[in-house]
């Protein structure tokens, strides 16, 4: 336990000493405040509070943002260390394997939730103070359930940038395949998704299937908890016609996307083991 | 000593593929005991390094450090007595000196206080407050140096501790392993400077090709290498022609040139020969007698004429 807790430690260290948490934070802040003042154009008379707005635009960039700089912060951990020729060193000492790809998982968690909670708590408060709407009247849960869900989004990215780490001998490919994984879970899978609905035009995949489909994929079950979470928000980002049709518990997306977390990371601690350096 | 050995490697057989990395090596290492590995680029002595420290599993055979074998889950926790400096010693530039070592210390389990005493010995200690980025090659070294030193480790394994470092500090390390070893540390030290070595390790084991080669002490090797010690006389030409004369029986005339002669002295001639040159009553310049060094004894384990 002590073991992974000074690996996580050193890695915040590394991140904080290095300027990472900083620069990811105020660009995630410098987004999200984009987004709110151009957001907040269109919600001139309505009833709806600018955070939801707000709320909405930040979970698409969410989804693309935040699986870039996870795969970015980990792609490197291993295969990184394994080229420079640290790992050899951190590996004579005594800690299991295992501990060192936990204690990195939790650093990396540490460095990234709190450039999430920095730059997108900043970005709220501040949009919250300049509106309308009164402070306490804020659709607060919703963004609550954002930051939340977006740390949660940005641990199954860590996980997998882990899976890729230990798995791939270069960084080169390393590097690759980061970028590649991300394309596919945020952009490609959609996209065939789309073309596959289009294709099928409704005749053999029912609504079932769809969100299953939609479930499966971890940027999409981050998409359907905070777009289909309330009504204000789920007509806002025109995802009504799914959550009218069902009511998916909230519970699933995040059971999901904890699974996306603890499976990457389980394999890439047994192939870790296994990996000769 | 009566002490059980530290190191014991019997055996063993560690192949990548095709590739038999290394072929039965049979080693040990009593505690107190200085053993230096010598070898080319790719002879296996990292791969016997990995080994040791249980980086790596054999293929086949045993190996058993401080009793156990390293590669157990048990192992883990026994590596607190070994330390390791690893051919490159790098280390995150984003860090201090004083944060690296206390993290390595916290590994493993070692008190941070003492750290000062380690900075001290590797001559670090003012710039231990620094950040690594902006330590000197040979600073760097050294850092890596103190890092194997954390918590009075039974077991160093050095993996060319020297390279890089200045004959200041190179005397430094080896003042170091020579405290190690008078407090019962066993040493692996593996090293290309071979002349370094000469009064340095206890033991030599040259691998060659994943093979062990031999294993024994400089003197010991000498002897088996069938190495013969030169005798070198430096002396005008009258002179030459001289001692090629009164050689002539012994020794061939191209033996004779430049004004320098080089003469084969087998150990046990070494007297004899060098009164009867003294008895010839010549103005000889210089004389001197070259006992083979390490490199010539390595190129002769190892199949190899010595690079000139």
Excluded at chain 1, 14 to 42: K, Q, T
Excluded at chain 1, 44 to 52: E, N, Y
Excluded at chain 2, 153 to 158: A, E, S, T
Excluded at chain 2, 262 to 280: A, G, H, Q, S
Aim: net charge neutral.
């Amino acid at each position: 336990m002590k073991q992974i807790f000074f690996i996580a430690l050193k890695e915040v260290q590394d991140g904080m000493r290095n300027r990472w948490v900083v620069l990811i934070a105020l660009a995630m802040a410098a987004f999200a405040l984009i987004l709110a003042l151009l957001g907040s154009v269109p919600t001139g008379m309505t009833k709806i509070s600018s955070l939801a707005v707000t709320v909405v635009s930040l979970a698409s960039l969410s989804i693309f943002f935040i699986p870039l700089i996870a795969l970015l912060l980990t792609y490197d951990s291993i295969v990184g260390e394994a080229e420079r020729g640290t790992l050899v060193l951190l590996l004579s000492y005594p800690i299991a394997r295992w501990q060192v790809i936990v204690g990195k998982f939790c650093g990396a968690f540490i460095l990234l939730s709190l450039a999430i909670a920095l730059g997108y708590g900043s970005a709220g408060i501040a949009i919250s103070l300049t509106a309308e709407t009164a402070f306490t009247e804020q659709a607060w849960s919703s963004f609550s359930k954002l930051l939340l869900s977006s740390v949660l989004l940005g641990a199954v990215f860590l996980s997998l940038g882990f899976l890729i780490s230990t798995s791939l001998r270069e960084r080169g490919t390393a590097a690759a395949a980061a970028i590649g994984s991300w394309l596919f879970f945020v952009l490609l899978y959609d996209m065939g998704l789309l073309g596959l609905l289009a294709s099928d035009a409704g005749k053999t995949i029912g609504t079932d299937t769809l969100i299953g489909l939609l479930l499966a994929n971890p940027a999409d079950a981050y998409r359907m908890f905070n777009l289909v979470g309330s009504d204000e928000i789920a007509i806002l980002s025109g995802m009504a016609g799914l959550s009218l049709e069902r009511q998916i518990p909230a519970m699933v997306p995040i059971a999901v996307m904890v699974a996306w977390v603890a499976l990457p990371l389980a394999s890439a601690c047994a192939i870790f083991q296994r990996r000769q350096v | 000593m009566t002490e059980a050995p530290c190191i014991v490697i019997k055996r063993a057989v560690k192949s990548y593929g095709d590739i038999r990395a290394l072929d039965g090596i049979d080693l040990e290492i009593p505690p107190g005991e200085c053993m230096a590995l010598v070898g080319h680029n790719g002879a296996g002595k990292t791969t016997l390094i990995k080994l040791i420290l249980g980086l790596a599993r054999p293929t086949s055979g045993t190996i058993s450090v401080m009793g156990q074998f390293p590669g157990t889950s048990g192992f883990d926790t026994l590596r607190r007595h070994i330390g390791f400096l690893p051919e490159q010693a790098i280390f995150q530039g984003s860090l201090t000196g004083r944060e690296t070592l206390t993290f390595y210390a916290r590994l493993k389990n070692a008190p941070t206080q003492g750290l000062d005493q380690l900075f001290q010995q590797v001559d670090l200690l003012e710039a231990a407050g620094r950040k690594v980025s902006t330590y000197s090659n040979g600073m760097r070294q050294r850092l890596g140096v103190a890092q194997a030193l954390i918590g009075n480790p039974r077991i160093l394994v050095l993996d060319e501790p020297t390279t890089g470092l200045d004959p200041d500090s190179r005397a430094r390390v080896y003042a170091i392993i020579e405290e190690r070893k008078a407090d019962g540390v066993a040493v692996l030290l593996s090293s290309h400077a071979l002349t370094e070595l000469e009064a340095r390790a206890d033991r030599v084991a040259i691998l060659h090709h994943g093979r062990l080669r031999a294993c024994a002490s400089i003197p010991e090797l000498r002897k088996h290498a069938g190495l013969i010690p030169e005798l070198r006389i430096k002396a005008g030409q009258e002179q030459m022609s001289a001692l090629a004369r009164h050689f002539a029986q012994r020794f061939e005339p191209c033996s004779f040139v430049n004004g320098v002669a080089v003469l084969n002295c087998p150990p046990r001639d070494k007297l004899i020969m060098l009164r009867e040159i003294l008895n010839l009553g010549l103005a000889i310049d210089d004389i001197s007698l070259a006992e083979p060094n390490l490199e010539q004894i390595f190129a002769a384990y190892t199949d190899r004429t010595p690079a000139q």
